[in-house]
């Protein structure tokens, strides 16, 4: 069945970093927005922390299957979410350094040069952090750029043996500081805070509604305070439609319980996240886009990148009494060091390592054997483990893309840089070594079990739809609207012309306040 087209000022399309943080700024105009999510509220259930249902049985991912580059099938590790996939992200929320908006060189090539930079970001990054609680502390970190206003909230304090590591770390001569968090704590008063530091945060979705997601900080409060403001779920976009002249998107082509539903506005956005948006962008080609609507360019897809990243996890003789642990941060590397002046990376905690998460993040020649350990065993195992997250820049390379073959999605991914990324990684194991508490707490023979992420995992994506004011080489300008559709915008990681080596996040919501600006001046 279908229904007659029903005409709005804006239609988004998904509800993550971008989509969310994007309605709740345009709420305020008064305009008539339609927000479509092709997923439903998070149940709120008792497995939100169960590591077995979140890691092992990945309960909250989609159960689609793409490809990659050889025509393997696998389960990306996606969620649709109201909230996208914020509902699971570990709340890191940092700033793009000042240097990643110019051109760097990288031992394995060029990062390009951004045609906005730093300071056009600065204000809305500001806005960010208000939005999305975060919780920082400024002049800590080596690599941080200009802010005007302190963070928000203070940060999150390292419980003892946390802040024993990271005294450690700061005595062999580096920066640790606190990890920016989006959540919402209250460590002064702890009866007012409604995050109470259990040990699933990271990739978990939260419980008692305490990190600081898309869902809960921006389409929730928008949704109860602004009577203008449409939200509809279980809404898949199969297609936009465009008129005769391709320039303007005329209709949205909507499936919701079986049935089509047909949706008109005057200004359309796409924020499916990079992967999704160029899925969608590629299979609303008509006559006038053959390639693509939008994809004159031949660009929509290609350029994804999703970081060089790494799980890394140092195992020690006496037991980590930190109930949260993501806490620490270190950015020494990030631009290199003496011997090696190209960029490496970041490195952070992740959330605590459970013994339930150790067959699903052991590295894949050890995750068999980790099986048949017994349960409290992998429990003495990860009582006793730290985990650490490395991030090297993978660079945008067009032959990394997404591609839309008959009904079948293709990821195409090579990575690169890896030497930078392979240093890093020796790097800090060094540095774990080398801890004063090492020979007491680390286990001998140097076993460092560590996990580089496949694939099918793209929690860190951009690129795919390049801003940039050249219509020949980047899909979108500089307000991230199409150059080739007048009334279509892209607002989500697809815009990153490179990665840089933090998490992309508040990137991602402060370019959509950026957007969200322009977008109100022009429905006046």
């Not at 699933?200 to 403001?229: M, Q, W």
């Not at 360019?297 to 350029?303: E, I, L, M, W, Y």
């Not at 048949?372 to 992998?378: A, C, K, Q, S, V």
Request: glycine residues 8%.
């Amino acid at each position: 069945m279908e229904t007659a087209a029903t005409h709005y000022d804006v239609i988004i399309i998904g509800t993550g970093a971008g989509g969310g943080t994007l309605a709740h700024r345009l709420a305020p105009t008064g305009k008539k927005i339609l927000v479509l999510e092709r997923g439903d509220f998070l149940p709120r259930e008792k497995a939100n922390w169960s590591a077995l249902e979140v890691y092992q049985k990945e309960r909250y991912h989609t159960d689609e299957h793409w490809y990659d580059d050889r025509g393997k099938e696998f389960r990306p590790q996606t969620g649709y979410w109201v909230g996208g996939n914020t509902k699971v992200y570990g709340a890191a929320l940092l700033r793009l350094r000042e240097r990643d908006f110019e051109k760097v060189i990288h031992k394995g090539g060029i990062s390009p040069e951004w045609p906005l930079k730093y300071s056009d970001f600065e204000p809305y990054y500001t806005q960010a952090e208000a939005l999305y609680d975060v919780h920082g502390e400024r002049g800590t970190d080596p690599t941080e750029p200009p802010c005007n206003k302190p963070y928000p909230y203070p940060p999150v304090s390292h419980e003892p043996d946390m802040q024993a590591i990271a005294n450690d770390i700061r005595e062999l001569g580096y920066y640790p500081f606190h990890l920016p968090l989006g959540l919402k704590l209250n460590e002064g008063d702890r009866t007012k805070s409604p995050c109470i530091r259990c040990d699933t945060f990271d990739g978990y979705p939260c419980l008692v509604g305490a990190k600081a997601d898309s869902d809960h900080n921006a389409i929730r409060p928008t949704r109860e305070s602004y009577s203008n403001f449409t939200l509809i779920t279980n809404a898949k976009v199969l297609r936009l439609h465009t008129s005769q002249s391709g320039r303007e998107v005329t209709k949205v082509e909507t499936e919701i319980a079986g049935e089509r539903h047909w949706f008109t506005s005057d200004i359309v956005v796409v924020a499916c996240g990079s992967i999704n948006s160029a899925i969608l962008l590629l299979r609303s080609a008509n006559d006038k886009h053959p390639n693509g609507l939008a994809n004159s360019s031949d660009q929509v897809g290609r350029h994804f990148m999703k970081h060089m990243a790494t799980a890394l996890v140092s195992m020690h003789l006496e037991v980590n009494q930190a109930n949260f642990q993501k806490t620490i941060a270190v950015n020494d590397f990030y631009w290199g060091e003496p011997d090696f002046p190209y960029p490496m990376g970041m490195v952070q905690n992740t959330g605590n390592v459970l013994a339930d998460m150790l067959p699903a993040e052991a590295p894949p020649l050890m995750a068999p054997f980790v099986k048949l350990i017994p349960h409290y065993e992998r429990h003495l195992i990860a009582e006793r483990s730290v985990g650490w997250w490395l991030q090297t820049e993978d660079l945008p390379d067009p032959n990394n893309r997404v591609r839309v073959v008959g009904d079948k999605i293709h990821l195409d991914y090579t990575p690169n840089n890896t030497e930078a990324s392979d240093r890093l990684i020796h790097r800090w194991t060094s540095v774990l070594k080398s801890l004063n508490r090492s020979a007491q707490h680390v286990i001998p023979f140097s076993m460092y079990p560590r996990a580089h992420m496949p694939v099918q995992a793209v929690a860190h994506q951009c690129g795919t739809c390049r801003f940039g004011t050249n219509p020949k080489t980047s899909v979108l300008d500089l307000n991230c609207r199409t150059h080739d559709v007048g009334n279509l915008y892209v607002v989500d990681g697809s815009f990153f012309p490179s990665n840089s080596g933090v998490n992309p996040t508040l990137t991602i919501m402060a370019n959509a306040l950026r957007v969200g600006e322009h977008l109100a001046e022009r429905l006046k």
